[in-house]
């Protein structure tokens, strides 16, 4: 991809996801994750209906009318987006494939993370850390953050999220935000995610394609699995094999969602046909 082209599509990107984050979750977010504490702001006059325990009594005496103290949310958080770029991500039978539906995803949420002056961090991963950029703030380290999402050419085919899950535990030493995006076509993090759990506020969402769910009888067909890299005819005719794959798919599914669960932290499928506007404005809501 050429640099020119690049830009294009960063920009082309920016504008939809800057859009929904600007119009739809801002607000959400924050109400979503709350900040550290409170501070104190300032002093001002009491007003009926004001809490007396926040008189300042010092103020009060100075000025022989009552003052009171005015705290506001301590607000800096950070937000870590572990994004999956293994060869499983560019399987889609839609109109976009899950890689696209992952950065666009990452976008809004880092979006909407500038809106409330967080930091923002990205951690990319196949069956090794491909990536990380550390939590930094601003539009300018956004922009390159969706560069990466959109640009970055992994290593590596296979999937290791519990892997990728243990690093993160590794450099994020502060309470953070983390979102792992990713199909889940592993089994291999529950025991890591229930320890980040303990610290972290996480979320996971599986983005899926429902042709992984249910294989089509359509006869002798060759499959090239987008990990390994291998082809292999497969009789799509045999119930047998239908069903094999089907409970595969089942078998991960039920996996994330346990997972997660365990771990007390938030869970989102997201098919690659449905709108994860919906999916994460409602999530946000249900916080």
């Not at 990205?122 to 390159?144: A, H, M």
């Not at 294989?215 to 497969?234: A, C, H, R, W, Y």
């Amino acid at each position: 991809m050429d640099t020119k082209e690049l830009l294009k599509k960063v920009r082309k990107i920016e504008i939809k996801t800057r859009r929904l984050s600007d119009a739809v979750f801002g607000g959400e977010y924050h109400s979503a994750f709350k900040g550290r504490g409170m501070t104190f702001s300032e002093v001002r006059k009491y007003q009926y209906g004001d809490d007396v325990r926040n008189i300042d009594w010092n103020v009060t005496a100075k000025y022989h009318e009552p003052f009171i103290k005015v705290f506001e949310e301590e607000r800096e958080l950070t937000l870590m987006l572990v994004a999956d770029v293994s060869g499983s991500t560019l399987f889609g039978t839609q109109e976009q494939v899950k890689k696209e539906i992952i950065t666009e995803l990452c976008a809004t949420l880092a979006f909407s993370a500038l809106q409330n002056n967080d930091k923002v961090g990205l951690l990319l991963f196949s069956d090794q850390v491909e990536l990380f950029l550390p939590p930094k703030k601003g539009k300018s380290y956004i922009l390159r953050i969706i560069r990466e999402l959109l640009e970055f050419e992994p290593q590596h085919k296979t999937t290791n999220v519990g892997g990728a899950l243990e690093f993160m535990a590794g450099v994020l030493k502060k309470k953070a935000i983390v979102f792992v995006l990713s199909d889940f076509m592993a089994t291999d993090y529950d025991k890591t995610l229930k320890i980040i759990g303990r610290k972290h506020d996480v979320t996971g969402v599986r983005v899926y394609d429902h042709r992984e769910a249910v294989m089509p009888n359509i006869g002798l067909v060759q499959f090239k699995d987008q990990e390994s890299g291998k082809s292999t005819m497969v009789n799509t005719s045999s119930k047998s094999t239908r069903n094999k794959y089907a409970a595969y798919h089942l078998e991960c599914a039920d996996y994330f969602k346990n997972a997660f669960t365990k771990s007390d932290s938030g869970a989102i499928d997201l098919e690659t046909k449905e709108s994860y506007t919906k999916k994460l404005l409602g999530y946000f809501k249900a916080r």
